[in-house]
């Protein structure tokens, strides 16, 4: 039978350089979309796939996060004395179990697949999820479900999996398919960015994985061999030639890149039609404003 998945890492770690000066003080995973921070919509994606330890992989400058999902005791009495029920229920999702959540330091940013491997001391030989809070997915059933429901069929590795246009491949990990079998790929290669024109495929990785143990022995091994640099992506195309048992996974619903601007915009947009509170005041909003053109320059 294969093993539940119950812990996730988050690597938020990233000096967050595409959002400078916004990034100098803030963490990017607390930036905003509507009314919550990008980590708060990862942990509700990974709560709904069945996730009880979340891992926190952080860097220096990051302690807003660990504020974040701490109480809040003032603020919470505040609003119990004013009888604000609803704000009180909101805050609710913002707290954690006590030892559900831990953090570790990622010393230096030495990339992805070095922030996973920060966390290897707190997992056993039991499968983990990754998720990237920049990746921000709108999707009915929330990504990391619908991979965790695939996965309790097929097992192995998997990783989130999108179609992107021909220039857009040169941005991602692509994977080499061996054969495709609808909303899962069974993959004999992975290429981290390729160059224009060298795609094996136009299906992209993007920042969910259910990875097996031994990943993170493979990372290991990376890391204490000679020189060799850190990238998930290795240590997961490993996993290919020793065990044919790298899958991506088609999910169903809309990425949102949080970690570039014109993304981040794009996903205020979409996240704020989608609120019942906001929709038609925003909608008169962006309909007056394209009629008006260059109205907000
Ligand atoms: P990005 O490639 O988006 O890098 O990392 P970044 O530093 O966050 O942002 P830019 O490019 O400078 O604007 C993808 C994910 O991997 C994490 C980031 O926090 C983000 O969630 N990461 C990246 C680490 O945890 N450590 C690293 O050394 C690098």
């Not at 921000?136 to 192995?156: D, F, N, R």
């Amino acid at each position: 039978m294969k093993k539940r998945v119950t812990k996730a890492i988050f690597p938020v770690a990233g000096l967050g350089t595409r959002f400078l000066p916004a990034t100098k003080s803030i963490p990017k995973e607390i930036m905003t979309l509507v009314d919550r921070p990008l980590i708060q919509y990862a942990i509700d994606e990974a709560r709904a796939a069945g996730i009880k330890e979340f891992i926190f992989v952080t860097s220096r400058g990051k302690s807003a996060l660990e504020d974040y999902f701490d109480h809040s005791p003032e603020l919470e009495s505040q609003l119990r004395k004013k009888g604000k029920k609803d704000l009180l229920e909101t805050l609710k999702s913002t707290n954690m179990d006590s030892g559900a959540i831990a953090y570790i330091r990622q010393h230096k940013a030495l990339g992805l697949g070095h922030a996973v491997w920060c966390a290897r001391r707190l997992l056993s030989n039991e499968p983990f999820a990754v998720i990237l809070p920049d990746d921000v997915i709108a999707a009915e059933t929330p990504c990391l479900q619908q991979m965790v429901e695939a996965y309790s069929e097929i097992g192995g590795n998997m990783v989130a999996a999108m179609e992107v246009p021909d220039n857009k491949t040169h941005a991602y990990g692509i994977l080499d398919v061996k054969e495709d079998m609808g909303s899962v790929v069974s993959v004999k290669g992975m290429v981290e960015k390729p160059a224009a024109g060298t795609a094996p495929s136009n299906l992209a990785v993007i920042g969910r994985y259910i990875l097996s143990p031994q990943v993170m022995v493979n990372l290991n091994r990376i890391k204490t061999g000679a020189g060799g640099e850190l990238q998930l992506t290795d240590a997961i195309a490993q996993e290919i030639a020793a065990h044919d048992n790298v899958y991506g996974f088609r999910f169903r619903g809309q990425r949102f890149d949080c970690g570039s601007k014109a993304g981040f915009l794009q996903a205020t947009v979409a996240f704020g039609m989608a609120r019942d509170d906001l929709r038609e005041e925003f909608t008169d909003f962006l309909a007056d404003l394209m009629s008006v053109p260059n109205a907000a320059q």
